[in-house]
């Protein structure tokens, strides 16, 4: 009998072992118990233990493991749940329900089924498979519906709609990607899914390398998604719109600070000028060309042998003479930090990070040393408290001189050959569970050490490598995209879909990184920069310089033409940013966002065409074509160049010249602009002017100034009024101010587009609080007082 079951007993093992080898699909199993403990509900299974927790009305988090008690933190959220959960339990189902949403939790097999309040159905698991794993895998499949769409998961290539597309997360630096080319630098594990009229959003909120399958491989029966390791861990987000889903992801994981105003100029990048005595040189031609620009930059090469927080001597001989003779010129610097600290005892930063153990290691301690810039190098855990504190105080070499904007390259991170091995540690994590959040937590090192440093002056941060949630701390650029037509439209999408994923503050290096842009392209791409949220033109080494003069005479009109117009929507802009630090909408809106259930948003032809802020629409253009095809949604739509009239709902063929990107004002548009500045430093004539295209439903723009470049916003110091069109009642209101700021613009001139070839009867006369005023063209002109403005016209 023994004998029996010892063998019985190695028997299984062998069984169970070989199974083991071969990554057997373990289910979830049926709930064998459930129960409230705390805020959470807890329903367990012979395998795992799933949780649910209400976070608000449009928010329930799902969390299934296989291992409770380990840690339950995430980088990316910063919401707690609310403090009770509601929910009835009968024989076959456990219902939970807030105000919009009801989740059907079915016991046997467990399955997870999202539905409205009014019983609508959003999305389930596959009945079938819902969750299991396979290994540490974890993968929840669901059903896939007929009509189901999809968008979302940040910096992707492909399509707008990601139907038929999968995904793979990993941060890696993938240089000359092309639009194709996955994984690339970001990970956003966030999309939304429509169907039926419905929409729904779901945020995997786990940071080992994970995988998205919109039906791509499973004859349109399902989507999955998973992860390598962690929990079956996710936020489902159940607002009937985009923009609210949008909200609600912002709301829990985050918003943008507002933005120094100078990183909304135009900024010069280059890998890299050589000297100060170079970069001066180059900001001095902008204004002797009068190009206005505000930022210049400073590649690996100003550092000694690429040590970080250093200087090379030689080439910058003196960094605070030089960046205040920038400063003269109304120019702001940014300079570059990779991770690496490069192994060099008398460094400062590696004799520091050596003494106190910063820096990763291998399993039995020794510390992981990657090649990379500097040669070899040790790379500082970003996860530990102390490590963050330590990172942030070296600014000072920066800060010092006076630099304000720090640029984190190489952050997934990347060493040469890339693949750091997964034993390598950073504290108790190790590289496989973190490598997606890397940047986004030295990006966060940077932030809260130079916000520190700089004291009540809001820093600047660019990163290359994000997670979920690094809108709070850093903008983020696309990596290194390349000098050819798809690559500018397939940066468009990314810009686009990096807006759905709450990072708004985002750009793609103008012209292309590698290689050399035809002067066409150049123009063209440049033209596309003015309705980029971060308008940076970038190129890599040994390529053709990119300064707008470097491009004919004739060229060099068009760039700075369109430069000029960029510096003429800042107010617009500005206060575009605004929204998104309030609400988490972003500058670049891809069309899915306000016409989600219009179908022809997604046609391959229009899916790079874009909301630039509330009111208008950008069509790309590749440099190649001289007329575009375009589709302009229901509405009203006005050519901002020639006030051309369009019927929204059709597509178009419009001239598309060189000089002239299509971009059109929404029927109601209000655009606040200003005069042309050469860079942000200066105060303009004084004089706002506020566009308005006419229309014919009412609309409103909410207007914000604040001082730009501080944190007293955040105490109250800001200009903001809604600005308001009532065509029903022929009345623009500028309401009463709400801030402690008054406006730096003591004028305000109101441009009435297309109003004379809309309304019956001739506009001549307006009047401003009941003052009658004679219209000059289009154009009436009046104090900017604090108290309500209400301009009639007849
Ligand atoms: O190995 O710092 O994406 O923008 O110019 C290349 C040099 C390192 C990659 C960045 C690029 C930057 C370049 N960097």
Redesign the pocket.
């Known amino acids: 009998m023994k004998r029996y079951l010892l063998s019985a007993v190695v028997l299984f093992i062998t069984y169970s072992s070989l199974f083991a080898q071969h990554m057997e699909v373990q289910i979830l199993g049926s709930a064998q118990s459930a129960a409230k403990q705390n805020n959470a509900l807890v329903i367990k299974t012979a395998e795992a233990t799933a949780r649910v927790w209400i976070y608000s009305p449009t928010v329930i988090r799902v969390s299934i493991s296989k291992n409770t008690g380990v840690s339950d933190t995430s980088f990316a959220v910063i919401q707690k749940p609310e403090g009770s959960i509601d929910s009835k339990e009968n024989s076959d189902h456990i219902e939970v329900t807030t105000s919009a949403l009801k989740l059907s939790i079915q016991k046997s097999p467990l399955r997870f089924n999202f539905y409205t309040a009014d019983g609508k159905e959003l999305s389930q698991d596959d009945s079938r498979f819902g969750v299991n794993w396979q290994g540490t895998r974890v993968i929840n499949y669901r059903k896939l519906y007929k009509d189901e769409r999809f968008i979302g998961l940040g910096e992707k290539t492909g399509d707008l709609d990601r139907r038929g597309s999968s995904y793979t997360n990993w941060n890696s ?1 993938v ?1 000359d990607h092309n639009p194709k080319s996955d994984p690339l630098y970001e990970t956003f594990p966030f999309f939304v899914g429509m169907h039926g009229g419905l929409t729904y959003g779901l945020f995997f909120d786990n940071t080992h390398k994970s995988y998205f399958d919109f039906g791509a491989t499973t004859d349109h029966q399902m989507s999955w998604f998973g992860a390598d390791a962690g929990d079956m861990n996710y936020y489902f987000f159940g607002a009937q719109n985009v923009a609210d889903i949008i909200k609600d992801y912002t709301w829990l994981t985050g918003r943008m600070e507002m933005p120094p105003l100078w990183t909304l100029g135009y900024q010069q ?1 280059r ?2 000028y050589m000297s100060a005595q170079e970069i001066l040189d180059i900001a001095k031609t902008f204004r002797d060309h009068n190009i206005p620009a505000d930022v210049m930059y400073c ?2 090469d100003y550092m000694d042998h690429y040590k970080i927080f250093t200087w090379n001597h030689e080439t910058f001989p003196d960094p605070k003479s030089f960046i205040d003779k920038l400063k003269s010129m109304g120019f702001r610097l940014v300079t ?1 930090v ?1 991770p690496g600290i490069k192994v060099e005892p008398g460094y400062k930063q590696y004799d520091e990070g050596v003494a106190k153990n910063y820096f990763a290691t291998y399993p039995n301690g020794e510390k992981f040393i990657g090649e ?2 500097p040669g070899r190098c040790h790379f500082p855990d970003f996860f530990r408290d102390d490590v963050r504190k330590w990172w942030g105080a070296s600014f000072t070499a920066l800060t010092e001189p006076g630099v304000e904007g720090f640029w984190n ?2 952050n997934e991170p ?1 060493a040469w050959g890339q693949n750091i091995p997964w034993m390598v540690k950073f504290g108790n994590y190790y590289m496989p569970e973190i490598r997606n959040v890397y940047g986004m937590e030295m990006a966060r090192a940077t932030h809260e050490g130079t916000k520190k440093i700089l004291g009540n002056k809001r820093p600047f941060v660019l990163t ?1 490598a994000a997670y979920s949630g690094t809108q709070r701390y850093s903008a983020v ?1 696309t ?2 995209n390349s000098a050819y037509d798809a690559h500018m439209l397939l940066g468009q999408r990314m810009v686009n879909s990096l807006g759905i994923t709450g990072m708004s503050l985002v750009g793609v ?1 103008i012209g292309g ?1 590698s290689g050399d842009p035809t002067p066409e392209l150049m123009v063209r791409w440049n033209s596309l920069g003015v309705y980029t949220p971060m308008f940076r033109n ?1 190129a ?2 040994g390529t053709k310089m990119r300064e707008p003069w470097r491009w004919g005479e004739a060229n060099e009109k068009i760039i700075k033409k369109d430069i000029e117009q960029r510096y003429k929507l800042l107010p617009y802009l500005y206060s575009s940013f605004y929204q998104s630090h309030q609400t988490g909408l972003p500058v670049s809106r891809t069309l899915a966002i306000n016409y989600t259930q219009d179908t022809m948003v997604y046609n391959p032809t229009y899916q790079n065409q874009f909301l630039f802020g509330d009111g208008l629409l950008v069509a790309p253009v590749i440099s190649t074509e001289h007329t575009a095809s375009v589709y302009l949604p229901k509405g009203e739509w006005y050519r901002i160049s020639s006030g051309e009239h369009y019927e929204g709902g059709k597509a178009y063929t419009v001239d598309a010249p060189l000089n002239d990107l299509p971009v059109f004002a929404k029927g109601g548009a209000i655009v606040p602009m200003q005069n042309i500045i050469q860079n942000t430093n200066e105060k303009g004539d004084g004089i706002l002017e506020v566009n308005v295209w006419y229309g014919k439903e009412a609309s409103k723009f909410v207007y914000y100034e604040d001082d730009g470049s501080s944190y007293d916003y955040e105490h109250g110091t800001y200009h903001k009024r809604e600005i308001s069109f009532d065509p029903a009642n022929k009345r623009i209101k500028f309401g009463v101010i709400s801030g402690l700021l008054t406006s730096k613009y003591t004028k305000i001139k109101l441009v009435l587009h297309q109003f004379q070839s809309n309304i019956s009867g001739n506009v001549r006369t307006v009047s401003v609080n009941g003052e009658i005023k004679a219209l000059s063209g289009d154009v009436v002109m009046f104090d900017n007082t604090n108290s309500a403005i209400t301009v009639a016209y007849h």
């Open positions: 630096d240089p990048c890998w890299s590649d690996i570059i990779d990379v810039w390259d190489m990347a290359r650029w990596g290194d290096d990184f970038h890599m080494q």
